[in-house]
């Protein structure tokens, strides 16, 4: 249609076109506000045959939508016809984007991002659900993310609302995008919330994987895999994922309603557990990471590959102490070996000052070597972090670490005697 006005409201320009009606932004002038206005595609209201089923789909998204206040649901503010336009008022989400990229390879979100976006639209369709509709529409293209990511769930055409105090009129039979149907919709069946669920589900494979869990060269055989086969692992595309993650999915895409969640509150209270864990494992991540690069540099485990460095980063111990903090007690029988990853110690032999330690200096030695009393203490000076190996510690690491950590505590033992040799030869 020419650019104008539609019922009370200025149309500006178009956003998109679908394949109910084409979007354009608009102006409330009595609310003063832009909203997103739906017009129906003219031609297909004039198809004598299906023009009456088609005008029926296009009202169901006011009739239904219109019944839901929540804030991952596109809002309807108004519906109407005007001539020959029929029209849905609806909430205008300013830099809104569909999902649709988010499902290919090449623009996958951040774990964190899917995780939230599949709770949003879990929470919204529990809320829909419990009002007694299904969307029956669930994909990508129906799922629109603001500018600073707000989730929104619209294009309620082919709803049902399953109400005993309600007297519309639905769209029946088969209907909705195929490549997220549950097996129960493509079969014509009695729908319950399952089937939302398992389209979401279907959308979260995509997001996570970049692929479509039931991938097929045509129709039949996409219908085929939908209601006979079992999608791929997400591990399979993507190891590196949690294993919680792919369960959860694989219970959102089961064949029978029975064996997936009950609710969509249900999925969503995973997806909440699963985003905790994801957080836990990344400080997890991010604690070890840090704690490799600073024993990288240090002159004791230079000869340590990457891989053999994070053995020990994980099995060692780690001590963190204040200054004035004792660390080992003299006369104590102590079989570990320390490395000072940070800050300065003092070695005390009574109430004597005998020598300092700074980072990357060892201290234990003969206590790991034959489990002796120890001839002096240590004290932090500073704030201090050490990494403390024992015997019991080292037989968790592989056989090459072993070896390597061996080496370098001997040649630390060689300098340290060597050290104390040309110090006793020195003339008095």
Known sequence: MALGKVGKYVISREISRGGMGTVYLGHDPYADMPVAIKIAHAEQLKEEESGARFRKMFFNEARTAGLLTHPNIVRIFDAGVDGDNCYIVMEYIEGGAT?????????????????????????????????????????????????????????????????????????LGVAGSPRYMSPEQISDQTLAAQTDVFSLGVIMYEMLTGRSPFAADNFALLIQKIVTEDPAPIRQHRPELDEMLEAIVARALAKK??????????????????????????????????????VRKLPFFQEFTDAELRELVNAGIWINADAGKQIIVEGELDESFYVIVDGEASVRKGDMELSALRQGDCV??????????????????????????????????????QIKFLRAFLRTVIVRLTATIDRLSMPA
Do not use: W
């Open 257 to 294: 309603p029975s064996d997936r969640y009950a609710s969509a509150l249900d999925l969503a209270t995973d997806l909440s557990n699963a985003f905790e864990r994801l957080l836990m494992k990344a400080a997890r991540q991010i604690d070890v990471d840090e704690r490799f690069a600073s």
């Open 364 to 401: 234990g030695e003969m206590g790991y070597l034959m489990r002796t009393k120890r001839a002096a203490s240590i004290f932090a000076r500073t704030r201090i972090t050490l990494m403390q190996f024992n015997p019991t510690v080292m037989k968790k690491t592989s056989s090459e670490c």
């Open 99 to 171: 999902l649709k990229p988010a499902c290919k390879p090449d623009g996958l979100l951040p774990l964190g991002r899917v995780i939230e976006v599949i709770f949003k639209c879990a929470k919204a369709l529990d809320y829909a659900h419990r009002q007694g509709i299904i969307h029956r529409d669930i994909k990508p293209g129906n799922i629109l993310v603001s500018g600073d990511f707000e989730v929104k769930i619209g294009d309620f055409g082919i709803a049902y609302l399953n109400r005993t105090d309600s007297d519309q009129t639905m769209v």
